[in-house]
Nanobody, 121 residues
Framework: VQLQASGGGLVQAGGSLKLACVVSGRAGNIYDMGWFRQAPGKEREFVAGLIWNTRNTFYADSVKGRFTISRDDGKDTVNLQMNNLKPDDTAIYFC???????????????WGQGTEVTVSS
């Protein structure tokens, strides 16, 4: 299984970005998905998660109401729509698939390479 994240960039505070994570090599398996981020000098943290079968979603408190995780079945892609971005959202964003324990922990079997998001004030 390979994950390819894209969509990062530079945006002003209050702006929007949409990240995409393309999943390949799934071979019919179903994986719950997560987005994480790591800001400079900080630990990686959970941002959002999606239960594939039920489409239930979960968010970190810091992004609730601003970020939306969704799946695009036709493209085998999981998206992260980010609105009203703040400078504190500046980080490298990673997508991950197939959590070993729960969707909030970093213990996933598969990780993408990360895409950088910079929010200027």
């Amino acid at each position: 299984v390979q994950l390819q994240a894209s969509g990062g960039g530079l945006v002003q505070a209050g702006g929007s970005l949409k990240l995409a994570c393309v999943v390949s090599g799934r071979a019919g398996n179903i994986y719950d998905m997560g987005w994480f981020r790591q800001a400079p000098g900080k630990e990686r943290e959970f941002v959002a998660g999606l239960i594939w079968n039920t489409r239930n979603t979960f968010y970190a408190d810091s992004v609730k109401g601003r970020f939306t995780i969704s799946r695009d079945d036709g493209k085998d892609t999981v998206n992260l729509q980010m609105n009203n971005l703040k400078p504190d959202d500046t980080a490298i964003y990673f997508c991950a698939a197939d959590p070993r324990r729960n969707i909030y922990d970093e213990d996933y079997n598969y990780w993408g390479q990360g895409t950088e998001v910079t929010v200027s004030s």
